[in-house]
């Protein structure tokens, strides 16, 4: 049976702008099942990272809730202090962005085992041991003291998903992590996701704005306007064809 592991209850964002006031998100009410590869997908503007940015705490919303059931605990994000949710977000939720944010200087399994140090949970042998199970996981492990430029689109994008893994994370959150990259890689890299979420038991939530990968998410919803639009069932699609 599925267990929720992400609350969300009458959520809207509003932003305030020099023309006024822009409502990013409009009250929405989601729950998200532990082990779903859940995907939401939407125009640009829709407010898809802002929902994002909604789950993991980095923006405030203006009203509405956020609980996240993890690690034993359920936790109202948005109740949380700035300290708090940064240690929260660093033990509980990966994030994977479409610019991928690895740090230059760093190499790639150094990119991986810093996430770790921020946590408390570096151990030098075991932490470094382990960014190498994730780079063999995303399998980029021959690249692992490679610096950032030296690696393609494709390849960085998989080791941000091997550093969003480094602390073990329930959830992974991703901001249209194919958006910039080939359609081969791009394929690559969601069945690297599919695999994380049917036999790690990671839940993925994963915005973006190309509508033909609805098919492939275990569940999609659509965004438009900070809406998110009624969920239609395959079912329920088949009466309405019937009807027809």
């Known amino acids: 049976m599925n267990t929720s592991l992400i609350e969300i209850t009458n959520l809207s964002k509003t932003y305030s702008t020099a023309a006024g006031d822009f409502p990013a998100l409009k009250n929405i009410n989601l729950t998200v099942n532990k082990g779903e ?27 509405g809730e956020v609980l996240v059931n993890s690690n034993g ?7 949380l202090t700035e300290d708090e949710k940064a240690l929260w977000r660093g033990q509980t939720m990966g994030v994977i962005y479409q610019s991928f944010q690895l740090l230059p200087m760093l190499t790639l399994v150094e990119n991986i085992t810093l996430p770790m140090d921020l946590a408390g949970n570096f151990k030098p042998r075991e932490s ?14 021959e690249h692992a003291e490679k610096l950032p430029a030296l690696i393609s689109g494709g390849q960085q994008q998989r080791v941000a998903i ?45 915005v973006t704005h ?14 438009a306007d900070g809406e998110l639009q009624d969920e239609i069932t395959p079912s329920a699609k088949a009466k309405g064809r019937r009807k027809a």
Do not use: Y
């Open 162 to 206: 091997a550093r969003a893994l480094a602390n073990d994370p329930d959830i992974l959150v991703a901001d249209e992590p194919t958006g910039s990259l080939d359609s081969v890689t791009a394929d690559h890299i969601f069945d690297v996701f599919s695999r994380l979420a049917s036999e790690r038991g990671k839940t993925i939530v994963m």
């Open 73 to 79: 605990g359920r936790v109202s994000v948005h109740r």
């Open 210 to 223: 190309d509508m033909g990968l609805k098919s492939r998410f275990t569940r999609c919803l659509t965004l």
């Open 37 to 63: 590869f859940l995907g939401v997908v939407g125009k640009s503007g829709a407010g898809k990272s802002t929902l994002l940015n909604m789950i993991n705490g980095v923006d405030e919303l203006s009203t």
């Open 128 to 141: 470094r041991e382990k960014a190498m199970e994730l780079l063999r996981l995303v399998e980029i492990e």
